[in-house]
T-cell receptor, first 110, second 114 residues
Framework: TQLLEQSPQFLSIQEGENLTVYCNSS?????LQWYRQEPGEGPVLLVTVVTGGEVKKLKRLTFQFGDARKDSSLHITAAQPGDTGLYLCAGDDLNNDMRFGAGTRLTVKP | KAGVTQTPRYLIKTRGQQVTLSCSPI?????VSWYQQTPGQGLQFLFEYFSETQRNKGNFPGRFSGRQFSNSRSEMNVSTLELGDSALYLC?????????????FGPGTRLTVT
């Protein structure tokens, strides 16, 4: 079982639509990170959230860290084909090892 | 400045063989971490090296090993390859490997075991 559960696993939408993907755990994390990975590349860090209830905005992307620091969400407004990729969340477990979710594979069709 | 580089990018090996993968971190970065990425399990942490010492280790069998050189370049070795070792192996570097630092990932080495 994954320490971090991401949903949905796959998401295919039309350009211009809004979407939200989720990252959930039964464990508390000191921080959570979101990455985007494109085919043939390694993950690239989008944002780190560290405070329960924190909301961070990065252009059309809004990241939220749950109050209890066990879950996080990523909302994309007016998705574009360039947003296509694998979205990964990651957090430090009790052993201070980085744990990743399996990811949400997003396809935005023009 | 140059990003993290990994060689080779693609590799095909046979069960029972061993393989060595290489990672060159960003200049000045002293921490290198290795991950295995598979469709079913996602990214799983293998180990982290800092100043030539293994600082953290994930839950992988002893067939997986690594080392880091004085120039911070790192290698990982997998012995007695199994079909299940087929995966994308990613390395990531950071300045000191602290939790608040950003990790920069390389493009990965795709290993196929037949």
């Amino acid at each position: 079982t994954q320490l971090l559960e991401q949903s949905p696993q796959f998401l295919s939408i039309q350009e211009g639509e809004n979407l939200t993907v989720y990252c959930n755990s039964s464990s508390v994390f000191s921080s959570l990170q979101w990455y985007r990975q494109e085919p043939g590349e390694g993950p690239v860090l989008l944002v780190t959230v560290v405070t329960g209830g924190e909301v961070k905005k990065l252009k059309r992307l809004t990241f939220q860290f749950g109050d209890a620091r066990k879950d996080s969400s990523l909302h994309i407004t007016a998705a574009q084909p360039g947003d296509t990729g694998l979205y990964l969340c990651a957090g430090d477990d009790l052993n201070n090892d980085m744990r990743f979710g399996a990811g949400t594979r997003l396809t935005v069709k023009p | 400045k140059a990003g993290v580089t990994q060689t080779p990018r693609y590799l095909i090996k046979t069960r029972g063989q061993q393989v060595t993968l290489s990672c060159s971190p960003i200049s000045g970065h002293r921490s290198v971490s290795w991950y295995q990425q598979t469709p079913g399990q996602g990214l799983q942490f293998l180990f982290e090296y800092f100043s030539e010492t293994q600082r953290n280790k994930g839950n992988f069998p002893g067939r997986f090993s690594g080392r880091q050189f004085s120039n911070s370049r790192s290698e990982m070795n997998v012995s007695t390859l199994e079909l299940g070792d087929s995966a994308l192996y990613l390395c990531a570097s950071s300045l000191a490997g602290t939790k608040t630092e950003e990790q920069y990932f390389g493009p990965g080495t795709r290993l196929t075991v037949t």
